[in-house]
């Protein structure tokens, strides 16, 4: 038998003011392999043509549905509303810009971020737009596609209790996109140079280790592990000057814990 489900969704115009936040209450009856994308779609079609919220594949891949689904930043194309109570409710992702009701402005906080970390490959050699592309190992493309499958949702920022402490933090998906140029060996960068970006409290030493930003990422990629590998790096070179070389070298080898610089 198919429930009826309450729907409670945060309400609020930035447009206008005036006006306050509060919640409004929906009822639709639940169907099999209903998930929460379409069940926000029969509301806005059926009950109320103005309610606000992102979408574009529905497939997981934008990452543009990211919401707060009671309580817990998700997708709403990846959450099945038989997986939840019958009574739902509904948030927008915290630390981003309210754009109005569900839908918040991730792009402008990415942006931002990937500015500040320089999110690009550094190299000193000219480009060429007639050379063959530059070769790596299997294994090693494989290692950095896992860290590129990213989709920018949002999800584990909003979850991070630092982010929501701290304006100036990059978060989980920063340092995880900041370690990917780390491995990829085009990248000319020294450590050094690393540490300058990211050696700080708004970058690897902020995170106090809860662990929410994996455990809510849609694409299950490993955060906290990269958080890891590159604050065990950053924190080694901040003492190679103090420690025995011997001991940095040691624990710079320690397998599992970091990845060797390719």
Do not use: G, K
């Given at each position: 038998m198919s429930r009826k489900l309450h729907i409670e969704v945060f309400r609020y115009n930035p447009a206008t003011p005036d006006t306050k936040?509060?919640?409004?209450?929906?009822?639709?009856?639940?169907?099999?392999?209903?998930?929460?994308?379409?069940?926000l779609n029969i509301i806005r079609d059926q009950h109320d043509p103005s309610l606000q919220f992102d979408f574009c594949c529905r497939a997981g891949i934008c990452g543009s549905c990211g919401m707060v689904i009671n309580g817990r930043p998700a997708l709403a194309c990846h959450t099945q509303t038989r997986d939840l109570p019958d009574h739902i409710v509904l948030h927008p992702l915290p630390v981003f810009k309210l754009v109005g009701d569900l839908s918040v402005d991730t792009g402008v906080w990415f942006r931002d971020v990937g500015t500040r970390i320089e999110s690009w490959i550094h190299t000193r050699k000219e480009f060429d737009p007639s050379a063959e592309e530059t070769r790596m190992e299997n294994e090693l493309a494989n290692q950095i596609f896992e860290l590129d499958r990213c989709i920018e949702c949002g999800c584990c920022v909003a979850a991070c209790g630092t982010a929501r402490m701290r304006e100036d933090f990059i978060g989980a998906?920063?340092?995880?996109?900041?370690?990917?140029?780390y491995m990829d060996p085009r990248d000319e960068r020294s450590e050094d140079d690393y540490y300058d970006l990211i050696g700080n409290d708004a970058g690897v030493f902020g995170c106090m280790g809860l662990l929410a930003c994996e455990d809510v990422c849609p694409k299950k990629i490993p955060l906290q592990d990269q958080l890891g590998i590159m604050r065990r790096m950053l924190a080694l070179n901040s003492v190679k000057g103090i420690l025995p070389a011997s001991v940095v070298k040691k624990l710079q080898n320690h397998k599992g814990c970091c990845h060797e610089k390719h």
């Open positions: 936040p509060y919640m409004q209450s929906f009822f639709i009856d639940e169907f099999d392999s209903m998930t929460l994308f379409i069940a998906t920063s340092i995880n996109r900041i370690a990917r140029f």
